[in-house]
């Protein structure tokens, strides 16, 4: 069962459903809808914590107040009725009774007004929910009209990302999205909605829930769109209508009835030039580490953060990304990778790489064929030379990947960073730290019949930062131990410097696995 697109339960429903007065069949359904409706289970919750506070409230206070019956209760038959009443008319109700009167009156108003009361619906979780029903249902075309002042546009919903922008007005209004890192190819969607909030340092949200609808509201002095309001449709949880609020505009996105996009035509100098409104005024806003860090992240899953001339750097409010040096295909995998983000400005052109902030790379490994240790690894094993050397390049591209990071996002850094972002950079140093945890290990293996045995020191205590820096001159040093640039350097000293490398290479990487 589809619990988001089921009908939601009254509070009837579930009033009897407490109570134990559903049928078989109507439990059955009413627990399947609740197994994967957390609104509802919510509200459930609510309305059972009204009523133990009703009893609770009847069993301290209420009874309490009542004082014992003066005598017996009278026989409940006709003719001790009729007395009854005829002894009562007219008299007015004793005072005890009155206020056990009023205060049942006043629970029997509290449970009502409690039971009334929709439940709280936590942005985050609404607009996962909706994301993730987007992406689910079959994909359909749709038109969408926004407006940022006198700038007016009606498109596709969804455009690729090397989509041609068809018009000035779409020139300038996109030119505001991007300043605010506001998605540009699905704007009116809960996934645009959600990525643009969950890159927010701080922000308040508010949710209303009306008949047909749920409108997300978001606050935050941390982005040039000071707020902005999201509204699904509670059938299906499809984005209907947003609001962003700039410094200088306010831009409405709706959905327009139809399932295709007409364009407007638009005869070339039927307008007149001086006409048109001028560019809007972009609030100044700097691209932050967590934008660049969405970047690094983008292309570590494509691996290009191992020793590729790569140059990425923040600028103004954008990321810059140099892929001028990579050939071809391989740009199209960077741009591919980048797609969807529009804080990121490709450069094709060379620069001076002098200063910049680019991924680390490796030197190139100097080898000396003519090298008594090597000769000893082949003697061993043909194949040892080439697995170790495998292992080297592995050992020394993450650790200058690793380096790249911390250099990036130091302890100052990270402290302004969201918790999110936090979980992003230390998922990609875990990734790193791993690939070298097995390759030191592999090659403490395969040398382990020729190297000889180093004392361990104590523990280190170091940052991940401060470890990923002293990691390079770890791998560094087992490589120029294996690959020394001449072979006239003493092989006893090389198997001692590759065994004291490991070692303390197994001795740091503890500090970078244990991050979360």
């Given at each position: 069962?589809?619990?988001?697109?089921?009908?939601?339960?009254?509070?009837?429903?579930l009033?009897?459903h407490l109570?134990g007065?559903?049928?078989p069949a109507e439990?059955?359904s009413?627990?399947d809808?609740?197994?994967?409706?957390a609104?509802?289970?919510?509200?459930?919750g609510e309305?059972?914590?009204?009523?133990?506070?009703?009893?609770?409230?009847h069993?301290t206070?209420?009874?309490?107040?009542?004082?014992?019956?003066?005598?017996a209760?009278?026989?409940l038959d006709?003719?001790s009725?009729?007395?009854?009443?005829?002894?009562s008319?007219?008299?007015?109700?004793?005072?005890?009774r009155?206020l056990?009167?009023a205060?049942?009156?006043a629970?029997?108003?509290?449970?009502?007004r409690?039971l009334?009361?929709p439940?709280a619906?936590?942005a985050?979780?609404?607009?996962?929910r909706a994301a993730?029903?987007a992406r689910?249902?079959?994909?359909r075309?749709?038109t969408i009209?926004?407006?940022?002042?006198?700038?007016?546009l009606d498109?596709?919903?969804?455009?690729?990302p090397s989509?041609e922008?068809?018009s000035?007005?779409a020139?300038?209004?996109?030119r505001?999205?991007?300043?605010a890192g506001?998605?540009?190819?699905?704007p009116?969607?809960?996934?645009?909605?959600?990525?643009?909030?969950?890159?927010?340092?701080n922000?308040?949200d508010?949710?209303?829930?009306?008949?047909?609808s749920?409108?997300?509201?978001?606050?935050?002095?941390?982005?040039p769109?000071?707020?902005a309001?999201?509204?699904?449709?509670?059938?299906?949880?499809?984005?209907i209508a947003?609001?962003?609020?700039?410094?200088s505009?306010?831009?409405?996105?709706?959905e327009?009835?139809g399932e295709?996009?007409q364009?407007?035509?638009e005869a070339p100098?039927?307008a007149?030039?001086a006409?048109?409104p001028?560019?809007?005024?972009l609030?100044?806003?700097a691209?932050?580490p967590?934008?660049e860090l969405?970047?690094?992240?983008?292309l570590?899953r494509?691996?290009?953060?191992?020793?590729?001339?790569?140059e990425?750097r923040?600028?103004?409010?954008?990321?810059l990304?140099n892929?001028?040096?990579?050939?071809q295909?391989r740009?199209?995998q960077?741009?591919?990778?980048?797609?969807?983000?529009p804080?990121?400005r490709?450069?094709?052109?060379?620069?001076d790489?002098?200063g910049?902030?680019?991924l680390?790379r490796r030197?190139?490994p100097?080898?000396?064929?003519?090298?008594?240790?090597?000769?000893?690894?082949?003697?061993a094993s043909?194949?040892?030379?080439e697995?170790l050397?495998?292992h080297t390049e592995?050992?020394?591209?993450?650790a200058?990947a690793l380096r790249?990071?911390?250099?990036r996002?130091s302890?100052?850094?990270?402290?302004?960073?969201t918790?999110?972002?936090i979980?992003t950079?230390h998922r990609i140093v875990?990734d790193?730290?791993?690939?070298?945890?097995?390759?030191?290990?592999?090659a403490?293996?395969?040398?382990?019949p020729?190297?000889p045995r180093v004392?361990p020191?104590p523990a280190?205590?170091?940052?991940?930062?401060?470890?990923?820096?002293?990691l390079v001159?770890?791998a560094?040093?087992?490589d120029?131990?294996?690959h020394p640039?001449?072979?006239?350097v003493?092989?006893?000293?090389?198997?001692?410097?590759?065994?004291q490398a490991l070692?303390?290479m197994?001795?740091?990487?503890?500090?970078l696995l244990?991050?979360?």
């Amino acid at each position: 069962m589809n619990s988001a697109l089921t009908p939601h339960p009254d509070d009837e429903l579930l009033l009897r459903h407490l109570d134990g007065d559903l049928g078989p069949a109507e439990n059955r359904s009413l627990d399947d809808h609740l197994s994967g409706c957390a609104s509802c289970r919510q509200h459930l919750g609510e309305v059972r914590e009204t009523l133990d506070d009703y009893r609770q409230f009847h069993q301290t206070i209420l009874k309490a107040a009542v004082p014992p019956p003066p005598k017996a209760w009278d026989r409940l038959d006709l003719r001790s009725a009729v007395v009854r009443q005829a002894r009562s008319s007219w008299f007015p109700i004793a005072g005890w009774r009155w206020l056990a009167t009023a205060a049942a009156i006043a629970a029997i108003f509290l449970l009502t007004r409690r039971l009334e009361k929709p439940p709280a619906v936590k942005a985050a979780e609404l607009l996962r929910r909706a994301a993730t029903i987007a992406r689910t249902a079959p994909p359909r075309s749709r038109t969408i009209r926004i407006t940022a002042g006198r700038y007016h546009l009606d498109r596709a919903s969804r455009l690729t990302p090397s989509a041609e922008i068809p018009s000035p007005d779409a020139v300038q209004i996109r030119r505001l999205f991007d300043s605010a890192g506001y998605g540009w190819e699905d704007p009116l969607s809960a996934d645009a909605f959600g990525r643009w909030r969950d890159r927010l340092p701080n922000k308040q949200d508010e949710v209303a829930r009306g008949p047909e609808s749920y409108v997300i509201h978001t606050a935050t002095t941390a982005n040039p769109i000071s707020d902005a309001s999201l509204t699904l449709r509670a059938a299906d949880l499809q984005a209907i209508a947003c609001t962003l609020r700039f410094a200088s505009e306010t831009v409405e996105m709706v959905e327009l009835p139809g399932e295709t996009v007409q364009p407007r035509a638009e005869a070339p100098g039927a307008a007149d030039p001086a006409a048109r409104p001028g560019p809007l005024t972009l609030p100044s806003s700097a691209a932050t580490p967590g934008d660049e860090l969405l970047v690094l992240a983008a292309l570590h899953r494509i691996g290009a953060d191992l020793g590729e001339p790569v140059e990425v750097r923040r600028e103004g409010a954008e990321i810059l990304v140099n892929v001028a040096a990579l050939g071809q295909q391989r740009r199209e995998q960077v741009k591919a990778a980048l797609s969807g983000m529009p804080v990121v400005r490709l450069q094709l052109e060379q620069t001076d790489p002098t200063g910049s902030a680019d991924l680390e790379r490796r030197p190139s490994p100097q080898v000396d064929t003519a090298d008594p240790l090597l000769s000893e690894l082949q003697a061993a094993s043909p194949d040892l030379p080439e697995q170790l050397t495998d292992h080297t390049e592995i050992l020394i591209s993450r650790a200058y990947a690793l380096r790249g990071l911390a250099r990036r996002f130091s302890p100052e850094t990270t402290a302004r960073m969201t918790a999110s972002e936090i979980g992003t950079l230390h998922r990609i140093v875990h990734d790193h730290a791993g690939a070298m945890a097995a390759s030191v290990t592999a090659a403490a293996q395969l040398l382990s019949p020729l190297l000889p045995r180093v004392v361990p020191e104590p523990a280190l205590t170091e940052g991940w930062q401060q470890a990923a820096e002293a990691l390079v001159l770890d791998a560094r040093q087992l490589d120029q131990a294996l690959h020394p640039a001449t072979a006239s350097v003493d092989t006893a000293a090389r198997k001692l410097r590759a065994a004291q490398a490991l070692t303390d290479m197994r001795d740091r990487l503890p500090a970078l696995l244990k991050l979360q």
